[in-house]
Structures are given as structure tokens and as C-alpha cells.
């Protein structure tokens, strides 16, 4: 299935980070750009890459061999580059592992190695100064592409840096080895880099002793922040840098394997999006028979994203984007209006009375008080967790649902009716399964058949449509804000 999407129409999607929050995805459209507007959009692009691998990524190898491997992917970088530039692009990101791949021991990944050193304590352009440190020649060869095509190169590799015995951090083999992005201007220059921090069974790299929180500035966007696949599901670095730092832009390497019904690349992202007002950039690797799939180009209104989970090909993704996202954070249109479906459900939250005749709101001395009659609860195991869950029956409704300190909340209308269940379930506990992370989680989710026990099964596909207004009061914030349409085919042309 091939999934080349932008506009505001939305097909369900969801955020997690310490929790989860439903959010949005979009309709099919075109990715050819127009003549951008200077003072009010800049043109992006990110490039979902399906890497060439090493064939056997425990075995030892020279640092020329590695070159050789990493140039090819590098080779394949410098065509998209320069049929960004062709396109007026000014920022390009590339995916997480795409230049050196995965599966590497420690020992393994380090012909790989780039050094890295600090840009806030070096100034260095490594296509100008190309000699000035060792082992640095994919750093080279990025900075080459960004002069080459005038535009801001956002890309990841695996970089060294050696440390003393007297450093308490230090590994046994006297090196740190990171999980590196790297930000380059159009002229060059090393602007800055990220170190990943929440590792994903990645044996080869080492956590940093501090979290990075790093922003980079341009002149035609401001401010961007930058971190790394796993990190969107965390408070540190993702929530902490766009809540500390002012940042209405994220570029995002990952190397993402789609797992549903919860974590699927495409909906994380724009559910990032959508829930903090601002524009995401999101590059992925393509291996379909891993699962690995989903790129876009986000902003809360709106997406340009690909997926396809049968066919080999790359894709690269060339989208305007707004130098000042509009979100729906606050429950407000782009008018500045509060899209009244919302108005309704804050009502009913509230506690005020609130009654309707004739779908006109009406005072309840008027009219039968709103329908509020709890449907049964249920529990089934999603993602290896033991959700409690409500059906979500009939054309309208509002629906809570909760467990230990966290309560989901949900109005939705329901045009037609399909033979489709629903549900609405959340969790606030411990997962223990591939790691052990204590979550919150509100999921808005289609069930794999009609029983309640089908609830949290992985599906692709849905023909429901639903309108609905979600709200989760999570430890952290509360998400209110949006509504959505679940169920439009992705499959569009």
C-alpha cells in the first residue's frame, strides 16, 4: 500500500511521550511546489532512504571498506540534494542510520566512526578545512552537499570521541560513541550536533552523560529543534526542548518500525505536530520487510507524508511550509474561532447544563438533558498492556474512561454508521515489555473484529468515519483542542 498524503482531511493518529494523545494524519495531494511565498513559508524536504546494509554487521572491517559502503548511501544523498535544489529546497533532512545502517556490535560499528568535535568549541567547515581532524571524510562529504545545493543538510551518522580514565563516564576502550546528528548551513559550516539520548537496543552507542537540548537558527525559518526516533516518546530532550526553548520547527531522523495499533511512524509524527502547534520533519529509512516505513512533512493543519510497506523505492518529500505554524492548540481555527464541536464538549467537561433540541443548543428546561449513560467497560491487552476500554456506539456520544489517575474523554459524531467496533481505552502504568517505562496512554482505536477481546489488535485499515474531540488530563499537560475525521482511505492516488 502506497501512502503519498498532504491536506487537512485526518485519518487517526496518536502522540506518546510518558503518554499518548489521539491526534491526526491527512489526505492524499500532490508534492510539487509552487513559488513560495519569501516572507511567509520556506520550502523542505526529507528524503525516506532505503539504506544499503552491510551484509554482515558483526564483522570486522578496515575504515576504507566501511568508506566504501557509507559512500554509497552518501552517493545516493548527493542526487536528492540536487534535485532538492532544483526545487528551491532550503533545508533537507535524511533519516537516522541511513548512511551506516544498523545492527552493529560496539566493536563492529567503529570503522564507521566519524570524530566529532564540539561545535560550540570549534568552528569548522569541513569541506573547506578537510584536513583539519582524522577520520572525518562522510563529514566532509555532507558539508560538500550542502554548499553544492545551497540549502541547510540536517543528516545522522555514528561519530567517536575519546575520553580519559579520569573521566568517570569513560567505557572500558576509552571512547564514547554516539548516535549523531549533524546540521549543516547552506555555506557549509558544522552548525551544530545531537547526540541521541534514549537508545533503542543500539549495543553500539553510549547514552550521553547530559541530555542535549539543541536548537540551530536559520534566516529563513528561525529557530529548529533536533532529536532522534525513540526520543519523541520521551519528556527529555523532545517535550523539554519545545517547551524551554521556544521551537516551532523539528527536524527528526529516525529509524522507525511501524508497530500498531500505537506506534506507527506517520501517526507519532503528526501527532507531535498537532499537539504542540508546530512543524515536523521527519526522514525515515524504507525496509519494508522490517516494518520500516513512514516519512512527512507535517504542520498542524496539514501533512505531506509517505508510507508504503510493498514496494522497494525511495521517496523524497518537497513541501512550503509555514515559517509561523497555525495550530490547533487552545481549540482555535486559523479564523481564531473555537470550532464549536469543541465549545460543546468543554460544556459537558465542565459540568454546566447543557441540553439540545433539534441539534440547536437550548437550555435544559427546554430540551431532553444530553445523553450520558455510561457503556459497559472492558479490558483487553494493546501493545502488551491491560487497557480498559469503552465501546463507542451509536452516531453520538460523550465517553470518559479511566484507570488509576488518568481519565480519557471523548465527544464524536458518527455521519454513518459501519459495521465496525470501536473503542476508547487508556492505561497509566507500568510497561515492561521491550524496556520498562512507566506511561500514559488515551487511544482512540478500531477493534479487529466486533468482540471486545479484538480491541488492541493490529489493523490497517478502516472505513468508519468518526468526528470526534479528544481529551486526555495526563500528569504533564492537558491536550484538548482538536477535531478530526477517522476513517478517509489513505489510498487515494
Given at each position: 500500500m502506497v501512502c503519498i498524503m498532504s491536506g487537512a482531511r485526518s485519518k487517526l493518529a496518536l502522540f506518546l511521550c510518558g503518554c499518548y494523545v489521539v491526534a491526526l494524519g491527512a489526505h492524499t495531494g500532490e508534492e510539487s511546489m509552487a513559488e513560495h511565498h519569501e516572507a511567509e513559508y520556506y520550502v523542505?524536504?526529507?528524503?525516506?532512504?532505503?539504506?544499503?546494509?552491510?551484509?554482515?554487521?558483526?564483522?570486522?572491517?578496515?575504515?576504507?571498506?566501511?568508506?566504501?559502503?557509507m559512500n554509497q548511501n552518501l552517493d545516493i544523498y548527493e542526487q536528492q540534494v540536487m534535485t532538492a535544489a532544483q526545487k528551491g529546497v532550503q533545508i533537507i533532512?535524511?533519516?537516522?542510520?541511513?548512511?551506516?545502517?544498523?545492527?552493529?556490535?560496539?566493536?563492529?560499528?567503529?570503522?564507521?566512526?566519524d570524530f566529532m568535535p564540539s561545535p560550540q568549541v570549534v568552528g569548522w567547515n569541513p569541506c573547506l578545512e578537510p584536513r583539519r581532524f582524522n577520520d572525518t571524510e562522510v563529514l566532509q562529504r555532507l558539508s560538500c552537499m550542502a554548499i553544492k545545493g545551497d540549502m541547510f543538510l540536517v543528516a545522522n551518522l555514528g561519530t567517536k570521541q575519546p575520553c580519559h580514565s579520569s573521566d568517570p563516564g569513560c567505557p572500558n576502550?576509552?571512547?564514547?560513541?554516539?548516535?549523531?546528528?549533524?546540521?549543516?548551513?547552506n555555506k557549509g559550516t558544522l552548525v551544530d550536533r545531537y547526540r541521541k539520548h534514549n537508545l533503542y537496543f543500539e549495543a553500539a552507542f553510549d547514552v550521553p552523560l547530559n541530555v542535549d537540548h539543541i536548537t540551530f537558527d536559520t534566516p529563513f525559518?528561525?529557530?529548529?529543534?533536533?532529536?532522534?526516533?525513540?526520543?519523541?516518546?520521551?519528556?527529555?530532550?523532545?517535550?523539554?526542548l519545545l517547551r524551554d526553548y521556544k521551537?516551532?520547527?523539528?527536524?527528526?531522523?529516525?529509524?522507525?518500525?511501524?508497530?500498531l495499533p500505537l506506534l506507527a511512524a506517520i501517526e507519532i509524527q503528526k501527532a507531535f505536530a498537532?499537539?504542540?502547534?508546530?512543524?515536523?520533519?521527519?526522514?525515515?529509512?524504507?525496509?519494508?520487510?522490517?516494518?520500516?516505513?513512514?516519512?512527512?512533512?507535517?504542520?498542524?493543519?496539514?501533512?505531506?507524508w509517505y508510507h508504503d510497506m510493498e514496494n522497494p523505492e525511495s521517496h523524497l518529500i518537497?513541501?512550503?511550509?509555514?515559517?509561523?505554524?497555525?495550530?490547533?492548540?487552545?481549540?482555535?481555527?486559523?479564523?481564531?474561532?473555537?470550532?464549536?464541536?469543541?465549545?460543546?464538549?468543554?460544556?459537558?467537561?465542565?459540568g454546566d447544563p447543557y441540553c439540545e433540541k433539534d441539534a440547536q443548543e437550548?437550555?435544559?428546561?427546554?430540551?431532553?438533558?444530553?445523553?450520558?449513560?455510561?457503556?459497559?467497560?472492558?479490558?483487553?491487552?494493546?501493545?502488551?498492556?491491560?487497557?480498559?476500554?469503552?465501546?463507542?456506539?451509536?452516531?453520538?456520544?460523550?465517553?470518559?474512561?479511566?484507570?488509576?489517575?488518568?481519565?480519557?474523554?471523548?465527544?464524536?459524531?458518527r455521519p454513518t454508521l459501519s459495521e465496525e467496533l470501536y473503542a476508547l481505552g487508556v492505561f497509566d502504568g507500568l510497561h515492561t515489555v521491550h524496556g520498562t517505562y512507566y506511561i500514559q496512554v488515551c487511544a482512540l482505536v478500531r477493534c479487529g473484529g466486533l468482540g471486545f477481546g479484538t480491541c488492541g489488535q493490529e489493523i490497517t485499515e478502516a472505513t468508519g468515519n468518526i468526528r470526534v474531540s479528544p481529551v486526555g488530563q495526563l500528569q504533564y499537560f492537558l491536550y484538548l483542542s482538536f477535531v478530526s475525521d477517522l476513517g478517509d482511505d489513505p489510498r487515494s492516488p
Open positions: 523542505a524536504a526529507v528524503y525516506e532512504h532505503p539504506s544499503i546494509l552491510s551484509p554482515n554487521p558483526l564483522a570486522l572491517i578496515s575504515r576504507q571498506e566501511a568508506l566504501e559502503l533532512v535524511f533519516p537516522e542510520d541511513g548512511i551506516h545502517g544498523f545492527n552493529f556490535t560496539r566493536t563492529s560499528i567503529y570503522p564507521f566512526l576502550d576509552g571512547r564514547y560513541q554516539f548516535n549523531t546528528n549533524v546540521v549543516f548551513s525559518a528561525g529557530r529548529f529543534g533536533i532529536f532522534t526516533c525513540f526520543d519523541i516518546l520521551f519528556f527529555d530532550p523532545a517535550v523539554r521551537v516551532k520547527h523539528v527536524v527528526y531522523p529516525t529509524a522507525w518500525m511501524n508497530q498537532v499537539a504542540f502547534g508546530i512543524n515536523v520533519l521527519a526522514a525515515n529509512v524504507h525496509h519494508p520487510v522490517l516494518g520500516m516505513t513512514g516519512s512527512g512533512i507535517h504542520t498542524p493543519l496539514e501533512s505531506f518537497i513541501a512550503q511550509v509555514a515559517k509561523n505554524p497555525v495550530g490547533l492548540i487552545g481549540a482555535e481555527n486559523a479564523t481564531g474561532e473555537t470550532d464549536p464541536s469543541h465549545s460543546k464538549f468543554l460544556k459537558i467537561l465542565s437550548v437550555h435544559c428546561d427546554e430540551a431532553t438533558k444530553w445523553n450520558m449513560n455510561a457503556p459497559p467497560t472492558f479490558h483487553s491487552e494493546m501493545m502488551y498492556d491491560n487497557f480498559t476500554l469503552v465501546p463507542v456506539w451509536g452516531k453520538e456520544g460523550y465517553l470518559h474512561v479511566c484507570s488509576n489517575g488518568l481519565c480519557c474523554y471523548l465527544l464524536y459524531e
